[in-house]
Nanobody, 125 residues
């Protein structure tokens, strides 16, 4: 089993900053990529940013130059630093990980996708 535990989020005024954290644990052989998605009320879930195992990052145009994804040296924890927040950034933010996991005692591995529980980010105008 793999678990993603998120922390951070909350309420902030426009122009403020927040930081989210996401820690992955379990029978993980390797992590191919970790990232953040968000879903606003009535909207579809969208990619915010992600970082691959080799450090390549991708950002949605709407958050470029304001949000930064980073990861701990061990690679199982990612952070999302959100600056210059806007009311339209209000959403539930979900951590997502593409992991290679061990599925049996023989050491067989498969790739699976996991999601965190979500963290509410509310930006007031």
């Amino acid at each position: 089993q793999v678990q993603l535990v998120e922390s951070g989020g909350g309420l902030v005024q426009a122009g403020g900053s927040l930081r989210l954290s996401c820690a992955a644990s379990g029978t993980i052989s390797s992590i191919n990529a970790m990232g953040w998605y968000r879903q606003a009320p009535g909207e579809e879930r969208e990619l915010v940013t992600k970082i691959t195992h080799d450090g390549t990052t991708v950002y949605a145009d709407s958050v470029k130059d304001r949000f930064t994804i980073s990861r701990a040296a061990a690679g199982n924890t990612v952070y999302l630093q959100m600056n210059s927040l806007k009311p339209e950034d209000t959403a539930v933010y979900y951590c997502q990980a593409n992991c290679r996991i061990v599925v049996n005692v023989e050491g067989a591995r498969v790739d699976r996708q996991y999601w965190g529980q979500g963290a509410q980010v509310t930006v007031s105008s």
